[in-house]
């Protein structure tokens, strides 16, 4: 039974014992006798046109950036917000929808564990994860830090708002992060009863459910549960399996108790456990492209070799073949005590918890219908305690926090990478004679044994200075230590069974040992750094605000936890088990601004970041070795400007547009990996664009100097921009409104792949979404919608292929999808 199926019978219990208790409540109110009052039709005039004038301006946004509650435009700092009602009206129900709403936020996944969340270009190198390094975007749900991106791949779990900090953050949040954060607080427990459900259907068997009940359990304590479902059909058909894949199947569930004896002191306990379990994620044949190598060791001379035609060219068709099996499955969860307390002059906060992460994949990592690699999973555990302390004081001239985090994680990871059958005509070159001998390769298995041990703590604050009532200055501070402790072995057998060692001669073995070696290695890294930012904001006039920031961080260091590379004698390189930590400076300015009596709201920044040893994936692309390893490259830049504009000139209508210009590239990378039309050749010399093969060359891929060119994953251009109109309307007895809505983004081409290439460029494309429906005040609200509705064919990201044969897979972005959502609200 799928998840969505065990979920709809409790929505339906959920949503009849809402509206029992919801008439129950109104009987009793109708029950207490009101007093008249003598001016109840001056005082109706009155309401109803202070509603009038507010439903026209520009909603006021509530934010906690800066670890208390104000206006978004009283916060110098460049922040998006988007709401709980805008999450579900315009279906974005995770991370990688909220991309379309935030243009500065990059997301990409090719499967759970291979997520990077970045924002204006920065946060993790672009290509496969590892264990060892720290993400540069810090994820937040209720003041609790998600060291693991899986969380980003998970559905909103009955969600208040989203914020999306962009620069560096370590001096008001536990975890340094030195490109931003996504910070999403839930709505929480209530004292009044409240409920509401919602169930969407669309075609690919689309359906969603989502619930929440919230009251009080005593006059001092309240409890609130969320559950959320989503499953759909894949969008890729494997003639292989006769299934469809890369479909979703998510199930999530979040309980809260909030003890609040007096005024003074609150303490929420929350629990929570989401899981994953889809048949995913295939990447199919996008194109091929000529690189360096012999023709005879290029992909068209290989898959005819071996009499194999891929099921399909056109990756718009959809289909695929690959022959191994895909798994995604993943659990999520944790709990957390969050407790608040007033002493003194100031606000006490402490945030203890602990998370967990539980990774079982399967790949297919040859991306063909032909068994090359006939097994890739690397399955992970992870265990998270974070500590955090914070004092918060507000005071007429002086406001400040000062905290302390701590944070303790382990990863232990078990992985098997298997050889096929059709591997030995794959990888050995046709001039050895085994190579026509699929004993050689078929069964060939390394078993990977990992584990990380990583521990941080800091200490942390922020002091804001009312210097005028207009100017304001603001310093911050932070000092860090971080340890980090790595074990990796990788033992390799052959197809019998029999140990590959390291030092084996024989024609046979020195085959085998060319795709796996055997390795132990056990790398560490500790440090101390200290990070500070300065921030001035000057309140123009009392709706314009402006602030200028300069800040210094560090990301910290890191270690190459999936093994080392190796000399030419095949020893690994003990000197590259860690990398340094990034060094950051950022500088940035903006101004927030409401006019026309606050119908409309412009917010504007600029930015520039040079990051110092820069924490790029360097990637080695014969198949079966290691896939990619951390190292630093020596600066990377990214500039250039946002802005964010929203309008309401009255209650019948809202429009919003932002936008972000990113020019993000290497000012400094000379051993770059290159890109595959070099595969085989010489060094490139800076700057040099990768142009047609030329002489054919060995089987390592040369390294080129890339300074100048873009970073992968960025576009230079992206917008995001929508409206919404309403008209009132009586429909199914009820007075309401009838509403459409549009929500549209744009991204300008990007790179897909480390090192820029002409085969792995993703063009820019547009995305239209539109929503129509009927809402009532008591909360009922059915709308039907429609995603990617013109069917755009776009690529969500382009992946070069084992084994450097010119072969490049990718992932199509969702088709057109449309369907219907009912919502309540009792």
């Not at 199930?251 to 899981?275: E, H, K």
Request: net charge neutral.
């Amino acid at each position: 039974m799928s998840a969505s199926a065990r979920l709809y019978p409790m929505i339906r219990r959920l949503g009849l014992a809402a509206m029992l208790c919801s008439a129950s409540t109104a009987a009793m109110a109708q029950t207490i006798p009101v007093e008249a009052a003598p001016t109840a039709t001056a005082a109706a005039r009155d309401a109803a046109a202070a509603e009038a004038e507010a439903s026209s301006t520009v909603d006021e946004v509530t934010v906690t950036a800066r670890r208390r509650e104000e206006t978004v435009q009283t916060v110098p700092l460049a922040i998006s917000v988007v709401g709980g009602d805008k999450i579900d009206a315009t279906g974005a129900f995770n991370v990688g929808r909220l991309q379309q709403l935030t243009p500065t936020l990059q997301y990409y996944s090719s499967n759970p564990r291979n997520t990077a969340v970045n924002i204006r270009g920065l946060g993790v190198p672009f290509g496969l994860t590892s264990d060892g390094f720290e993400q540069g975007v810090g994820f937040y749900i209720d003041d609790v830090y998600n060291s693991r991106v899986a969380t980003a791949t998970f559905d909103f779990l009955d969600v208040a708002r989203v914020e999306v900090l962009r620069g560096p953050q370590g001096t008001l949040y536990g975890k340094n992060t030195t490109a931003g954060a996504v910070n999403i607080t839930t709505n929480q427990p209530t004292f009044d009863f409240e409920a509401k459900a919602e169930v969407s259907f669309g075609n690919l068997q689309f359906k969603q459910a989502k619930a929440a009940i919230s009251g009080p359990l005593t006059d001092t304590l309240a409890a609130r549960l969320a559950v959320s479902s989503t499953t759909r059909r894949g969008s890729i058909y494997n003639v292989t399996s006769r299934q469809w894949v890369n479909g979703q199947d998510n199930l999530g569930i979040r309980g809260q108790l909030l003890f609040r004896p007096d005024d003074a002191l609150a303490i929420a306990l929350a629990a929570d456990y989401s899981t994953q379990d889809a048949e995913c994620c295939a990447q199919i044949f996008v194109r091929t492209g000529a690189t360096q190598r012999p023709l005879n060791r290029q992909y068209a001379a290989l898959a005819a070799a071996q009499n194999y035609t891929v099921v399909s060219t056109n990756p718009f068709d959809r289909v695929t073949d690959v022959d191994a099996n895909l798994n995604a499955g993943n659990k999520i969860g944790g709990a957390s005590v969050r407790a608040v307390w007033n002493v003194g002059p100031g606000t006490l906060t402490s945030v203890t918890a602990w998370r967990f992460w539980d990774w079982k994949p399967e790949n297919d990592r040859d991306f063909l219908g032909l068994s090359i690699v006939s097994k890739s999973q690397n399955p992970s555990q992870q265990d998270q305690y974070t500590q955090e302390l914070r004092y918060n004081y507000v005071g007429d001239q002086l406001d400040f926090v000062v905290g302390a985090f701590a944070f303790k994680q382990r990863i232990d990871t078990q992985g098997t990478e298997q050889q096929g059958p059709a591997s030995s005509r794959w990888n050995i070159a046709p001039s050895n004679v085994l190579s026509n001998d699929p004993t050689v390769l078929d069964g060939l298995v390394a078993r990977n044994t990992q584990y990380l041990k990583s521990t941080s703590f800091a200490v942390f604050g922020q002091t804001s200075w009312k210097v005028t009532d207009a100017l304001t200055i603001q310093p911050g501070v932070r000092l860090n230590y971080d340890k980090k402790e790595g074990f990796y072995q990788r033992q390799v057998f052959d197809g019998q069974g029999v140990p590959v060692l390291f030092g084996q001669t024989g024609a046979r073995r020195a085959a085998q040992l060319a795709v796996f070696t055997p390795q132990l290695s056990a790398p560490s890294f500790s440090d101390w750094n200290f990070s500070y930012d300065l921030t001035a904001s000057y309140k123009v006039t009392s709706s314009v605000l402006a602030y200028v920031t300069y800040a210094k961080s560090f990301k910290s260091g890191g270690i190459n936890q999936n093994g080392l590379p190796t000399d030419a004698a095949g020893n690994p390189i003990l000197s590259a088990g860690s990398i340094k930590p990034e060094d950051v400076s950022h500088f940035e300015g903006g101004l927030k601004t409401q006019f026309w009596d606050r119908r409309a709201t412009l917010n504007l920044s600029a930015f520039r970041t040079d990051i110092k040893d820069y924490q790029a994936t360097v990637t080695n692309g014969q198949l079966g070795v290691l896939r990619g390893y951390l190292a630093n490259a020596g600066k990377v830049r990214s500039q250039g400007f946002e802005f964010d504009f929203s309008v309401r000139p009255g209650q019948r209508f809202n429009a919003y547009v932002n936008g972000a210009y990113t020019d993000a590239e290497y000012k400094r990378f000379v051993d770059a990996p290159c890109p595959p039309e070099r595969s085989g050749g010489t060094t490139v010399a800076a700057g040099q664009v990768p142009s047609a093969p030329g002489t054919p060359g060995g089987l390592s891929p040369a390294n080129c100097d890339i300074s100048g060119q873009r970073l992968a994953g960025v576009s230079k251009w992206s917008l995001s921009f929508g409206a919404e109109a309403n008209t009132p309307a009586r429909l199914l007895g009820k007075e309401g409104e009838v509403y459409l809505g549009y929500d549209g983004s744009y991204r300008s081409g990007f790179s897909s792949n480390a090192s820029p290439s002409i085969y792995t460029y993703v063009d820019g494309y547009s995305l239209s979404n539109f929503r129509a429906g009927f809402r009532i005040e008591d909360g009922l609200n059915v709308y039907a919608w429609v995603r990617n509705a013109f069917d755009e064919n776009y690529f969500e990201q382009l992946a070069v292929g084992p084994g450097n044969t010119g072969l490049i897979a990718g992932q199509p972005g969702d088709p057109r999808t449309f369907g219907l959502t009912l919502k309540s609200a009792f």
